[in-house]
């Protein structure tokens, strides 16, 4: 008999279990940005550390292997040691780099759920009948990278293929999280015979279908915090990360879409401290999606880091931007095939960052860059803390479901509502006891 499946709320009989576990299509599991670990790998002796994620010695490991400058003739990121180069594991089928980012015993002790990403999702699908390497697999990739990028775009045709030939020829259920959600699309718009060809369900969680302006602006201009509160101490520090995330085509690739129907274009604002004739006044200024890119041009002119006794010069990335402009031109194209049946999770009932702002009435900013060692202050918009719930469910595509979910970004992929919608879709349930704590979006046509 095949394994039952003990998540809450749903009721299977006998028979549907004894066939599942040859009945199942298989499900590949794409994980979003920051969801894959990262090793740094030796190029000549082969040997490899894991930089991301890892919590001792985290920020000291990060700027030695995982600092980066980005390639125009390549339009591949790379990183500052020349002698290494960043891989991501795949063992497990690829589960293994999208399950517990750190997976030491110290944070597996402290039972650091931060850290935790298909974790969980997994437990559940396994008990649901799945298994590892026959209707099982996950895809990690380096998420440093752009979403429409050669090798990303190639890894995933291998994994579906992969899948697919396991299954016994069985087309594949996709699962992806927020950034994986855009690589997904990006591979859809590219590759549409082959996504047809081997993709019969793509369930989407937490993507930033249209940006998500304001983490991705204050992570451009003063970085990112992974982890917060105590835990925070013994991570990799927010200008750490800063200093890589400038330099990430996926980063510049969730920049708001300046083409979306916005109820409120995104808008940065900065207090600002002029002179003229003699006298000094305080106006706020506000930056729209296009206004801001001299803005960051202008903030981030004098951003730098000190690697290996040489200073490198971190501006703000116009051959990147190019390029992202390119990405998001692909997203825009794309189209669901006929015959691929498309889901839409998002995350609600939270405050997150849509406008950011820097200095006060009372602390202007003078010059430009003094924003970049400032601290922000948001105005927030419904969502899961990271994606704007306006963003998430504007997919353009003709969702057979979309479902609003009140959870924050990272607890969608162990939320048990979703687990539920996400068993319901995949056909492995057969009785559902309702304890919904969902608002079902009725217009399923695409925007």
């Given at each position: 008999m095949g394994a039952r499946c003990f998540c809450p709320c749903f009721d299977f009989d006998d028979h549907y279990n004894r066939n599942?576990?040859?009945?199942?299509?298989?499900?590949?599991?794409?994980?979003?940005?920051?969801?894959?670990?990262?090793?740094?790998?030796?190029?000549?002796?082969?040997?490899?550390?894991?930089?991301?994620?890892?919590?001792?010695?985290?920020?000291?490991?990060?700027?030695?292997?995982?600092?980066?400058?980005?390639?125009?003739?390549?339009?591949?990121?790379?990183?500052?040691?020349?002698?290494?180069?960043?891989?991501?594991?795949?063992?497990?089928y690829g589960l293994y780099a999208i399950d517990i980012l750190d997976p030491?015993?110290?944070?597996?002790?402290?039972?650091l759920k931060e850290v935790y990403q298909f974790h969980d999702m997994i437990d559940m699908l396994v008990g649901?009948?799945?298994?590892?390497?026959?209707?099982?697999?996950?895809?990690?990739?380096?998420?440093?990278?752009?979403?429409?990028?050669?090798?990303?775009?190639?890894?995933?045709?291998?994994?579906?293929?992969?899948?697919?030939?396991a299954s016994g020829g069985r087309k594949v259920n996709i699962i992806s999280h927020s950034m994986g959600g855009l690589l997904v699309t990006c591979f859809m718009s590219l590759h549409n015979d082959v996504f047809l060809k081997y993709v019969c369900k793509w369930i989407c969680i937490a993507c930033p279908f249209q940006g998500a302006p304001g983490c991705i602006n204050d992570s451009l201009l003063t970085g990112l915090q992974f982890v917060e509160g105590l835990e925070s101490?013994?991570?990799?520090?927010?200008?750490?990360?800063?200093?890589l995330l400038v330099e990430c085509p996926s980063i510049y690739e969730m920049l708001a879409n300046p083409k979306f129907d916005w109820k409120e274009l995104p808008e940065i604002q900065v207090w600002r401290k002029h002179s003229k004739d003699g006298e000094t006044f305080v106006d706020l200024e506000s930056y729209g999606p296009i206004e801001s890119i001299p803005l960051f041009e202008?903030?981030?002119?004098?951003?730098?880091?000190?690697?290996?006794?040489?200073?490198?010069?971190?501006?703000?990335?116009?051959?990147?931007?190019?390029w992202a402009a390119e990405t998001r031109q692909v997203l825009n194209n794309a189209k669901l095939p006929d015959g691929v049946c498309f889901y839409n999770i998002y995350g609600t009932s939270f405050d997150t960052p849509f406008d950011v702002c820097y200095g006060s009435k009372t602390s202007p900013i003078e010059d430009l860059?003094?924003?970049?060692?400032s601290m922000p202050q948001y105005s927030y918009v419904d969502g899961d803390e990271t994606v704007?719930?306006?963003?998430?469910?504007?997919?353009?595509?003709?969702?057979?479901?979309?479902?609003?979910?009140?959870?924050?970004?990272?607890?969608?992929?162990?939320?048990?509502?979703?687990?539920?919608?996400?068993q319901r879709w995949l056909g492995?349930?057969?009785?559902?006891?309702?304890c919904s704590k969902t608002s079902r979006v009725a217009d399923a046509s695409s925007k």
């Open positions: 599942a576990q040859t009945e199942l299509d298989p499900v590949l599991l794409v994980s979003g940005i920051g969801g894959s670990i990262l090793h740094s790998k030796r190029k000549k002796l082969g040997f490899d550390t894991r930089v991301w994620v890892r919590i001792l010695l985290a920020d000291l490991e990060f700027k030695k292997k995982l600092w980066s400058v980005y390639n125009p003739q390549t339009g591949y990121t790379e990183t500052l040691d020349k002698d290494t180069e960043i891989v991501v594991p795949d063992d497990d030491s015993w110290f944070v597996k002790c402290i039972h649901c009948g799945y298994k590892k390497g026959t209707t099982l697999f996950g895809y990690g990739y380096d998420f440093r990278q752009s979403n429409r990028i050669d090798k990303l775009m190639e890894g995933l045709k291998v994994k579906l293929e992969t899948a697919y030939k101490y013994f991570f990799v520090s927010r200008w750490t990360m800063h200093q202008e903030a981030l002119k004098h951003n730098e880091l000190s690697y290996d006794g040489k200073t490198v010069a971190l501006p703000f990335n116009f051959s990147i931007l190019r860059s003094e924003i970049c060692h704007p719930a306006e963003s998430a469910k504007a997919d353009g595509f003709a969702a057979v479901e979309r479902v609003a979910i009140a959870a924050r970004h990272r607890e969608l992929l162990r939320d048990k509502t979703v687990f539920q919608h996400i492995v349930e057969q009785r559902v006891i309702i």
